[in-house]
């Protein structure tokens, strides 16, 4: 017989970890599985692991909400967030509930049975490495009553790598961080890392620490802030007040820090800019070219800002251990990169930290009664709902802030939701698009490349709530826990 459960998850990383938790608490009478296509839990936070990688926001909000982050890092390496996830998942008896090495290749909404059908393709025992699209498994089909996509946005099998001239001339290695070798020894080598984003700018101080000499090169610079390794207020509360009420403290602190800044950073731009480059110059030798290298020509949050705990890039710099370059590539030659300004770059190791690949839904293939969904074709309810497809949900946190943030407030909206379509009897909930949506944007509003990219592949979203993604956790608290008019969305009855 077809296997049915209530709730299928699809990703076991931070977002699939927490809403599996939070489904387990708020209603343990359901039957839920998380579907996971790796052979690990922990999602980005297994699958990355250059030298370095570290969160991109602190560990106060991208820890759960429920789970306080036991850590004293304000920042935290991967490894320590991995480790957190697995024991989340453990604690909260989600572990159980796990399926490795299972990815959902194709989901089928069946209006008269009201329940998905998911075809799900198990990976070969003896495949290593990143699932690739084409490959090959056993087959099942399972049924549930609602879907809830915590696949993220990108690709994991591939990194973006734009087409350089030469590339493959390159005596020395050339690696991908999203796939970085385990047994590559930098002590002693000239890295050149191509690229400016979160990846180069914590890959470098690590490469430096083991020993090698790198080098950040950059097409166009990106903005760069220092910030404490660990958060004084938290040092400060530590033993002097009880645990919970200290971390809630800390990690109120933290939301309103990160929505000021961002209004801030939006209404007062060229301030912003002054702010960012003045802390840059403190940190920097005197004679740095600051401007050139850490002056973008975009507005502060047009791009995510990225952050170095304890400045540990400027220190690097400043040590002569590292060093910035600004300028396009001509070409790769054998020993290094030809620069477009006439200059060159020796090289021991090439790093093309050139970002992502946008993958939607983790690649599965949607479709109502036989109707193929495009999900860049949709537009977004509150941020997490497809229009014109009954009971899915799915999450994609803030560009901003820490992404958790708003993956709990979705799997909690689900669990409301869920509840709500029980208490009213009808087991069927679509959000309708709105009839005067006006222009539509995507769901994610940074002007990154990996964005500008793929965003023909996100969903849409609009100029008014609830299609639209404030970016605003503060807003959306007050739009996900007081709207319960469930504005646009239509609970159905089975025929």
Same mark, same amino acid.
């Given at each position: 017989m077809t296997e049915h459960l209530d709730v299928v998850i699809v990703g076991a990383g931070l977002s699939g970890i927490g809403a599996a938790a939070t489904l387990r608490r708020r209603t343990p009478d359901r039957s839920v599985a998380v579907?996971?296509?790796?052979?690990?839990?922990?999602g980005t936070w297994d699958l990355f692991r250059y030298p370095g990688v570290r969160s991109d926001s602190d560990m106060y909000?991208?820890?759960?909400?429920?789970?306080?982050?036991?850590? #004293?890092?304000? !920042? =935290?390496?991967?490894?320590?967030? *991995?480790?957190? $996830?697995? +024991? &989340?998942?453990? #604690?909260?008896? !989600? =572990?159980?509930?796990?399926?490795? *090495?299972?990815? $959902?290749? +194709? &989901?089928?909404?069946r209006s008269e049975r009201a329940l998905w059908e998911l075809t799900v393709l198990h990976r070969d025992p003896a495949a290593t490495g990143e699932w690739r699209d084409g490959e090959q498994g056993t087959t099942t089909t399972m049924t549930c009553s609602f879907l809830f996509a915590c696949t993220g946005y990108y690709r994991y099998d591939e990194g973006y790598s734009p087409d350089i001239a030469g590339l493959d001339t390159f005596a020395g290695p050339v690696v991908h961080p999203q796939h970085w070798p385990a047994d590559l020894d930098a002590a002693g080598r000239r890295f050149v890392v191509i690229g400016s984003g979160a990846t180069a700018?914590?890959?470098?101080?690590?490469?430096?620490?083991?020993?090698?000499?790198?080098?950040?090169?950059?097409?166009?610079?990106?903005y760069v802030a220092a910030i404490p390794?660990?958060?004084?207020?938290?040092?400060?509360?530590?033993?002097?007040?009880?645990?919970?009420?200290?971390?809630?403290?800390?990690?109120?602190?933290?939301?309103?820090?990160?929505?000021l800044l961002y209004q801030y950073a939006r209404r007062r731009p060229a301030a912003m800019k002054a702010v960012l480059r003045k802390a840059a110059k403190a940190k920097l030798p005197a004679s740095f070219d600051v401007d050139t290298h850490?002056?973008?020509?975009?507005?502060?949050?047009?791009?995510?800002?990225?952050?170095?705990?304890?400045?540990?890039?400027?220190?690097?710099?400043?040590?002569?251990?590292?060093?910035?370059?600004?300028?396009?590539?001509?070409?790769?030659?054998?020993?290094?990169?030809?620069?477009?300004?006439?200059?060159?770059?020796?090289?021991?190791?090439?790093?093309?930290?050139?970002?992502?690949?946008?993958?939607?839904l983790g690649g599965m293939r949607v479709d109502v009664d036989g109707r193929a969904i495009d999900p860049g074709a949709t537009i977004a309810y509150k941020g997490m709902m497809l229009t014109g497809v009954p009971n899915l949900a799915y999450t994609?946190?803030?560009?901003?802030?820490?992404?958790?943030?708003?993956?709990?407030?979705?799997?909690?909206?689900?669990?409301?939701l869920l509840t709500r379509m029980r208490r009213r009897g009808t087991p069927v909930v679509v959000a309708d698009a709105p009839a005067d949506a006006g222009p539509t944007a995507p769901v994610?509003?940074?002007?990154?490349?990996?964005?500008?990219?793929?965003?023909?592949?996100?969903?849409?979203?609009s100029r008014r709530s609830p299609w639209r993604v404030h970016q605003n956790y503060l807003r959306d608290l007050l739009l996900f826990r007081l709207?319960?008019?469930?504005?646009?969305?239509?609970?159905?009855?089975?025929?």
């Open positions: 579907l996971e296509s790796r052979d690990a839990v922990g909000t991208l820890g759960y909400a429920a789970r306080p982050w036991p850590g #004293e890092k304000a !920042v =935290a390496d991967g490894d320590d967030i *991995r480790e957190y $996830v697995l +024991a &989340a998942a453990a #604690e909260t008896g !989600v =572990a159980g509930l796990v399926r490795l *090495r299972q990815r $959902v290749v +194709a &989901a089928s909404w700018v914590s890959l470098i101080p690590a490469l430096t620490k083991q020993g090698a000499h790198a080098v950040m090169l950059q097409r166009s610079p990106t390794s660990r958060d004084p207020l938290a040092v400060r509360l530590r033993g002097r007040v009880p645990a919970g009420l200290a971390y809630r403290a800390v990690r109120t602190k933290h939301i309103l820090g990160a929505v850490f002056s973008p020509r975009y507005d502060p949050w047009d791009q995510r800002l990225c952050a170095v705990p304890g400045g540990d890039l400027f220190r690097a710099i400043s040590a002569g251990d590292a060093d910035v370059v600004t300028d396009r590539i001509d070409r790769v030659d054998e020993r290094g990169v030809r620069l477009a300004s006439g200059g060159r770059l020796d090289a021991d190791v090439l790093v093309t930290a050139t970002g992502l690949n946008v993958l939607v994609i946190g803030y560009t901003n802030a820490s992404w958790t943030l708003r993956a709990d407030l979705v799997a909690n909206a689900v669990v409301d994610i509003d940074l002007a990154a490349g990996y964005i500008q990219r793929g965003m023909h592949l996100l969903p849409r979203q709207d319960h008019r469930g504005r646009a969305l239509r609970f159905e009855r089975t025929s």
